[in-house]
Structures are given as structure tokens and as C-alpha cells.
């Protein structure tokens, strides 16, 4: 249930960067710094989603 809620709060969160880098002015109105930052932000939530779905099915097939 833990890892379910960490699951749901990071896909949340990567969809709020995603919405936000496409955007349609986001390329024109977002500085370097901030671009760079999303991206980072993108990739550890991406990774951590990867991550936290892989701890899912490990649990589901250990049954606990």
C-alpha cells in the first residue's frame, strides 16, 4: 500500500513536468536553468516510477 501511494504521487508528479514542458510557450518563455531543472525533475521521477513498479511485482510475486 506504501509503495502504491509513492507510485501515485511520483506518476502525478511526472505528469505535472510533463504538462508543464509541453506547454506551448514553455520553450520560449522558460530560461535555460529552469529547462535543465525540469528535465532533471523528469528523469528521477521516470526513474523512480520504474523503480517503484518493479518493487510492485516483486511483492505480488513473493504474495505479501
Known amino acids: 500500500a506504501k509503495v502504491q501511494k509513492k507510485l501515485e504521487k511520483s506518476t502525478k508528479m511526472k505528469q505535472n513536468i510533463e504538462k508543464t ?3 506551448k510557450d514553455y520553450d520560449t518563455k522558460a ?4 529547462k535543465e531543472a525540469n ?3 523528469f528523469e ?3 526513474a523512480e516510477i520504474e523503480g517503484l ?3 510492485i511485482e516483486n511483492l505480488k510475486r513473493l504474495k505479501l
Open 31 to 34: 530560461n535555460a536553468q529552469a
Open 21 to 23: 514542458i509541453n506547454s
Open 39 to 41: 528535465k532533471v525533475k
Open 53 to 55: 513498479e518493479s518493487t
Open 44 to 46: 528521477n521521477a521516470t
